[in-house]
């Protein structure tokens, strides 16, 4: 079995992915099969700690269309990633794994806040760390908050789990014409606009240093084979 490339990520998943075959909400079944994925993983002697987004749920932007102001949707956005984020910590655990949620905000009856110190300590202990709330602060995304604590927890690497195999000049499910990239400079990424992950994100992961790699968690195992040098993905990096 190849030795894995990195020894601590930041693996981001969208609230999207967690509805499953749904519109909304949360499909306990593949909820279970990410579990299994990231345990997977853990096994490989990666400290692993995952940001979950809130899509499935609320968006701020599409809140905020219907007239509730934009940081109170955002607000709603990133509660609803501590939802996710509760959802998969149980699902972690039940399977006999230790995990846990950390959210930006206090929320004591909840769960732990998240602090670098506490990060740090629950990854040293071997858990999986499963983070919620987003940055803490409206007008920012899922996939800003996972290079910001990658940055802040020193992580190598984020791994950006989308639905498809990594970067494309356009949609691939769209427009058969898709040019797909291997390989992105964090400069490209932002000049391209390529719309898998906000500027924001990757210009952080610039200032920082972190590598980016985009890639499909469709296939069960495709986390491990990432993180072994074998996955399809797309890297981003200086
Ligand atoms: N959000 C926010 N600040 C953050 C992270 C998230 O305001 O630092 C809000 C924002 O409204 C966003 C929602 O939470 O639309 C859900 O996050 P995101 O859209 O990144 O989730 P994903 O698309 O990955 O499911």
């Known amino acids: 079995m190849a030795e894995p490339v990195y020894r601590r990520v930041v693996i981001k998943l969208s609230g999207e992915y967690l509805a499953g075959p749904h519109s909304f909400g949360i499909d306990q079944p593949t909820v279970d099969r990410i579990a299994d994925d990231l345990i997977a993983v853990q096994k490989l002697g990666v400290e692993v700690a995952v940001v979950v987004g809130g899509g499935n749920m609320v968006r701020g932007v599409d809140v905020s269309s219907q007239g509730v102001s934009r940081s109170t949707g955002d607000t709603m956005g990133m509660l609803a990633t501590v939802m996710n984020c509760l959802a998969l910590e149980a699902a972690i655990q039940r399977k006999g794994t230790p995990a846990q949620a950390l959210s ?13 110190a506490a990060a740090h300590k629950s990854l040293a202990k071997g858990r999986i760390v499963v983070l919620g709330g987003g940055t803490g602060n409206p007008y920012f995304t899922t996939d800003t908050t996972a290079v910001l604590r990658a940055a802040e927890i020193g992580a190598q690497a984020v791994l950006k789990a989308t639905n498809v195999d990594g970067v494309y000049s356009a949609d691939p499910k769209k427009d058969p014409a898709a040019k797909r990239f291997d390989r992105l400079t964090h400069s490209q990424a932002i000049e391209g606009g390529y719309k898998v992950m906000d500027a924001t994100a990757f210009a952080l992961a610039r200032e920082t240093s972190l590598p980016i790699i985009v890639f499909s968690i469709a296939e069960p195992g495709s986390i491990g084979a990432i993180l072994q040098g074998e996955g399809r993905g797309t890297i981003v990096a200086g």
């Open 104 to 116: 930006a905000f206090v929320m004591p009856e909840v769960c732990k806040l998240f602090t670098r």
